[in-house]
């Protein structure tokens, strides 16, 4: 049955634009394929958008914020993103199937987490943006007030691997402050930022604060970067496309966030609770298949529980079986494509190059039926790799996890650090005092203690080095998304 059933709007298997609160197709009528990646067929037809595409959006944006939506109070835009996260809720089996036949995730996946957390990313802001505050400082004489005002037209670009997650994580805030935006998801996974303009359209959002631009990044994604009327962007991707965008917006002053690449160290110290660590270590190594930028690809064992870690580790591994994606019981998915797969699959070659020993996985799985041309890879697991080897050091956003013995914290640490990425890590110790003092040493914007993505969005979300630049999450994002101004009135 075809997952575009639960896109109203769309036309045959043509997905729209959605542009100043209408549907359109690309000014050129150029469209591109969308791939269902686990049955290797096409889904839709998405608009191939350019600059003259974004200009239309751009427009449209410019009008929202000289009507009413540029007079709109803070309770206003609250009660409207608690109306679109209500609405996702009611649609959030539709927008699991939409999520998981784009990424080829486990349904499972989509519905615990993805969805689930697009909705409350929506609840979150609609608190936040109700219950914010500003400052004042009183001085001798005089009084200071701090406003925080919109900044204008955001151009929001995301990636492919947590689709509606990300876009939610930043289009709450954006019109929570009062922008407009116009949004550009990855030309993989177009199909429920779709579904989320069709929610704005149903709870009677004001025209053009909401624009929804298909295409390329090269395209489209770089004609909104370079837009003169589009005063920020927000992009989540790839470090080297990251460049690519700060290079373009930098000149221009724009506001910029960039959350790109990671190559995140998972820390187990020998007094870690053995049963809970291997368990929530498999979870950060290969959740989404490992297409997490958070996800811990390096695993790093205190010697003197090694091999016991690593064998329990492997056996775990093992028991997860690519599959189904839209069957329930299936926890491993398909990779997003099969470019990424062949990458991945590079990686798994190189590792034995570089003198690696596969332990599990490294090889297609042997699906049949709808699936056998499925982008799938099985989780893989390598030791005997040195730190600084190309599959140790290299992002490869994949199902593949190198492991590392250490025998002391500084070790561990000279090994977690020594890599051009700075996103997230773990730690997983029973030591409280090891666990600070480890964590304060960590170069990464996140450290998780005997956890691994417990979320609480009020908190700073990025990374450093190579790994991006700027925070987003609670005040970090309202303060992006607006533009501070401070009032000082003599008394
Ligand atoms: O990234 P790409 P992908 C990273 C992760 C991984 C990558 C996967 O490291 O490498 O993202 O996502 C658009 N001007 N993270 O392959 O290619 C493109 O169309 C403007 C980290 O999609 O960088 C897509 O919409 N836009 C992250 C988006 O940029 C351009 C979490 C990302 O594409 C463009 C998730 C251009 N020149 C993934 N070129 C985190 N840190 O949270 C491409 N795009």
């Not at 989780?379 to 290299?394: A, D, K, Q, Y």
Request: hydrophobic fraction near 40%; charge should be negative.
């Amino acid at each position: 049955m075809s997952a575009l059933r639960l896109l109203p709007h769309a036309q045959g298997n043509k997905v729209h634009n959605f542009i100043g609160g209408e549907f359109l197709p690309s000014a050129s009528g150029e469209t591109l394929p969308n791939l269902d990646p686990a049955r290797n067929e096409t889904l839709a037809l998405i608009p191939r958008s350019n600059a003259a595409d974004v200009q239309v959006a751009v427009q449209a944006a410019n009008s929202a914020r000289a009507a009413a939506w540029g007079k709109s109070s803070d309770a206003e835009r609250a009660d409207l993103l608690e109306r679109i996260a209500n609405r996702i809720e009611a649609r959030l089996d539709d927008f699991a199937e939409l999520e998981s036949r784009d990424t080829g995730k486990p349904i499972s996946l989509a519905k615990s987490v993805d969805i689930p957390r697009a909705i409350a990313n929506f609840r979150f802001f609609a608190g936040a943006v109700r219950h914010q505050s500003t400052s004042c400082h009183p001085m001798q004489g005089a009084l200071n007030y701090t406003l925080r005002r919109p900044v204008g037209t955001f151009g929001l670009i995301t990636p492919w691997n947590l689709p509606l997650y990300l876009l939610s994580w930043k289009t709450a805030p954006a019109i929570a402050m009062g922008n407009a935006v116009i949004a550009k998801p990855s030309e993989l996974t177009p199909l429920t930022a779709t579904a989320l303009a069709e929610v704005f359209k149903d709870v009677d959002a004001p025209a053009g604060v909401f624009n929804l631009v298909h295409g390329l990044g090269a395209e489209a994604g770089q004609a909104i970067v370079e837009h003169e009327q589009i005063q920020g962007i927000s992009f989540t991707g790839g470090t080297m496309t990251g460049g690519r965008v700060a290079a373009t917006a930098a000149p221009m002053f724009k506001k910029l966030s960039l959350e790109l690449g990671g190559k995140n160290p998972t820390v187990v110290f020998a007094d870690c609770d053995f049963e809970t660590t291997v368990e929530g270590v498999v979870r950060a190594a290969f959740a989404n298949q490992g297409q997490v930028c958070l996800c811990g690809s390096r695993l790093l064992i205190e010697r003197p529980i090694y091999e016991r870690f690593r064998d329990a580790f492997v056996e775990r591994v093992k028991a997860l079986k690519p599959g189904n994606p839209q069957d329930p019981a299936t926890s491993f998915g398909s990779l997003i494509s099969l470019g990424h797969r062949d990458k991945v699959e590079s990686y798994a070659k190189l590792a034995i190059e570089e003198g690696g020993t596969i332990l599990c996985g490294g090889k297609r799985p042997q699906l049949d039926g709808e699936f056998s041309e499925g982008a799938f890879f099985e989780p893989t697991v390598v030791e005997g790799l040195g730190p600084n080897s190309r599959c140790s050091t290299e992002e490869i956003f994949g199902p593949l996890v190198t492991l590392h013995p250490f025998d002391t914290e500084e070790e561990a640490l000279e090994i977690a650090n020594g890599v051009r990425y700075g996103l997230a890590a773990s730690v997983w110790t029973t030591n409280l005092s090891r666990a600070h003092r480890v964590s304060e040493r960590i170069e990464s914007g996140m450290v998780w203690v005997n956890t691994w993505l417990l979320r609480d969005l009020r908190v700073p979300f990025g990374g450093m080095k190579d790994s991006g630049v700027g925070r987003e999450g609670g005040r970090h994002s309202l303060e992006f998304f607006s533009e501070s101004r401070n009032i000082c009135i003599q008394l």
